[in-house]
């Protein structure tokens, strides 16, 4: 059985401080640093062993993961299980990219945001061309805020082509046609990004092969539905699991409105919907994507 899961634990701390982000240099004691790692040693412990599923895995910590030793352990750990198809996570790439040789480079990839302000633009690109000598799966994506425009528009011309540039359009901002046209021209599929989409009981992955994993185990559908499904580790969560309507009115996060089954993301990403890296964007060459929906 394929299965996709989303975990998040405890951790919450990140070494940014991004205005548009609650959890912007939020320090986590000692204590809820141990506590995380502790999670993700069981997490990373079942998702070895879990053989029954083809899994494929996403990080999406409130914080940064990637500055913390385990965080790296079970990217490289999880990435050599025959069963496990893809470990990606979501990412700042402030921490050094030495420790990727480790990994098996066909099953990990990389969800990366850059921040302006956050880092030298320089050194963030550095990163980027580290990834790609290293044949690393990647994308790289920036907030759609008006004051981020030159910064993405450097990216695009810095990047190289076949690496896709992914704009997410900023929480509680409202885009004029002319302004999101300008987005559009450097990520054509930002128009699935600008308007939340409706999701109100129509069919979504989420809560049957798609799960939402927490440090306790517990599982629900997804990271914006609260309703527990079951616990990972004793395997109630399977019991529950089966296609559903979505309980929500809409959706406006791409790591949920990218499992609905009435959009045609999981075309548009095929081999790629966790590390965000469309199907046209795999390979060396000018990116080309369709609009689609």
């Known amino acids: 059985m394929a299965l996709t899961i989303l975990y998040r634990g405890p951790l919450s701390s990140c070494d940014y401080d991004c205005p548009y982000c609650p959890f912007a240099k939020r320090r986590d004691s000692t204590e809820q640093l141990r506590a995380d790692r502790a999670a993700l040693e069981r997490f990373t412990r079942w998702a070895g062993t879990a053989t029954e599923h083809r899994l494929s ?29 893809r470990v990606a996570i979501q990412t700042n790439l402030s921490y050094r990219t030495e420790w990727l040789a480790d990994a098996d480079r066909d099953t ?42 030159s910064h993405a528009r450097r990216l695009r011309a810095d990047l190289p082509d076949h690496v896709y540039l992914w704009v997410n359009a900023a929480e509680g901002h409202t885009y004029t046609d002319a302004e999101a046209d300008d987005w559009t021209a450097l990520d054509p599929l930002f128009p699935f990004s600008r308007h939340p989409h409706r999701s109100a009981g129509l069919p979504c992955r989420t809560g049957s092969s798609v799960i939402s994993v927490d440090g306790e185990g517990t ?25 559903r309507g979505c309980p929500l009115a809409v959706c406006d996060c791409h790591i949920g409105y990218v499992h609905l089954e009435s959009l045609p993301l999981y075309d548009v990403f095929a081999g790629g919907v966790l590390e965000r890296i469309p199907a046209a964007a795999t390979g060396p060459g000018p990116v080309a994507l369709p609009l689609l929906g």
């Open 219 to 243: 599982v629900r559908r997804c990271h914006f539905v609260p309703e527990p499904l079951g616990n990972l580790y004793d395997g109630s969560f399977s019991r529950a699991a089966a296609p």
């Open 108 to 149: 990990l990839a990389l969800w990366c945001t850059y921040h302006p302000g956050q880092t030298p633009y320089a050194r963030f690109l550095d990163k980027t061309v580290r990834l790609a000598n290293a044949g690393v799966r990647f994308s790289v994506g920036i907030v759609g805020l008006p004051e981020h425009s």
């Open 57 to 85: 895995i996403l990080f999406t910590p409130w914080g940064e993961g990637l500055v913390r030793s385990w965080y790296r352990r079970a990217m490289i750990e999880l990435s050599h299980h025959p069963h496990v198809e």
